[in-house]
C-alpha cells in the first residue's frame, strides 16, 4: 500500500544535460565490467607483445619490447579505452539527441499514491511504485529508473525551489521502498 501524501509536482525543459546524466549511469558500467575491461586490457597487452616478440612472456625483454612502435601504441590505444571507453557511448546516445521525442520539450510530472505520472507535450504516462527498478542520486537531479538503460528524471530546476526538491526526493525513495517490501 503506497504511502499518502499530497502529489507533488515538477515541470522543466527537457535538456541535453538530462540525457547525459543518464547516459552516463548507463554507460559506466557496474565495477564488475570496469574490472573486466580492465583484465581485457591487460590480455590483448600480452597477446599484441607475445605476437610481436614471438617469445614466452617470461623470455621477453620489457624495455625493448616497449620501445617498438605496435607494443607503445597497443599500451597507449587500450589505455585509453580503459579509461576512458564508457564515453564512447555517451557521446553516440549525445549525438542522437534531436532523435529522441522528448528532446528540448516540456515534462510535467506528477509523484502520487499510485506512481509517477508524466506529460510531454500531450503524451501521457503513468509509472507504478513498484515497476522503479533503481534511484540514482546525483547533486541537480534524481534519475528514476525504469528499465537498466532508461531513466526518468527529476532536476532540481522543475521545483519552485530547492526544498521542495528535497522534500520530492524523500517522497520517491519512501514510495520506491515500500512499493519494493511489498512485491
Known amino acids: 500500500m503506497a504511502t499518502?501524501?499530497?502529489?507533488?509536482?515538477?515541470?522543466?525543459?527537457?535538456?541535453?544535460?538530462?540525457?547525459?546524466?543518464?547516459?552516463?549511469?548507463?554507460?559506466?558500467g557496474s565495477v564488475r565490467q570496469r574490472l573486466g575491461r580492465a583484465l581485457l586490457w591487460?590480455?590483448?597487452?600480452?597477446?599484441?607483445?607475445?605476437l610481436v616478440s614471438k617469445r614466452s612472456l617470461s623470455e621477453i625483454d620489457w624495455l625493448s619490447a616497449l620501445q617498438?612502435?605496435?607494443?607503445?601504441?597497443?599500451?597507449?590505444?587500450?589505455s585509453l579505452i580503459v579509461?576512458?571507453?564508457?564515453?564512447?557511448?555517451?557521446?553516440?546516445?549525445?549525438?542522437?539527441?534531436?532523435?529522441?521525442a522528448v528532446a528540448d520539450k516540456?515534462?510535467?510530472i506528477v509523484l502520487g499514491a499510485e506512481g509517477i505520472d508524466t506529460d510531454v507535450t500531450g503524451i501521457r504516462s503513468s509509472l507504478?511504485?513498484?515497476?522503479?527498478?533503481?534511484?540514482?542520486?546525483?547533486?541537480?537531479r534524481l534519475l528514476i529508473g525504469?528499465?537498466?538503460?532508461?531513466?526518468?528524471?527529476?532536476?532540481?530546476?522543475?521545483?519552485?525551489?530547492?526544498e521542495c526538491y528535497r522534500t520530492a526526493v524523500e517522497y520517491v525513495k519512501k514510495?520506491?521502498?515500500e512499493a519494493a517490501s511489498h512485491a
Open 4 to 28: 499518502a501524501g499530497p502529489p507533488f509536482g515538477a515541470r522543466y525543459r527537457y535538456t541535453r544535460g538530462d540525457l547525459f546524466e543518464a547516459a552516463r549511469v548507463v554507460h559506466r
Open 42 to 50: 591487460v590480455g590483448v597487452f600480452l597477446g599484441t607483445l607475445w
Open 68 to 78: 617498438q612502435p605496435l607494443v607503445l601504441s597497443a599500451l597507449v590505444g587500450f
Open 83 to 100: 579509461a576512458f571507453g564508457h564515453y564512447i557511448g555517451i557521446l553516440c546516445v549525445l549525438a542522437g539527441y534531436r532523435r529522441y
Open 106 to 108: 516540456q515534462i510535467d
Open 128 to 140: 507504478p511504485w513498484d515497476k522503479v527498478s533503481s534511484l540514482v542520486e546525483r547533486p541537480d
Open 146 to 162: 525504469i528499465s537498466k538503460v532508461e531513466f526518468l528524471t527529476l532536476p532540481r530546476r522543475g521545483f519552485a525551489d530547492p
Open 175 to 177: 514510495q520506491v521502498e
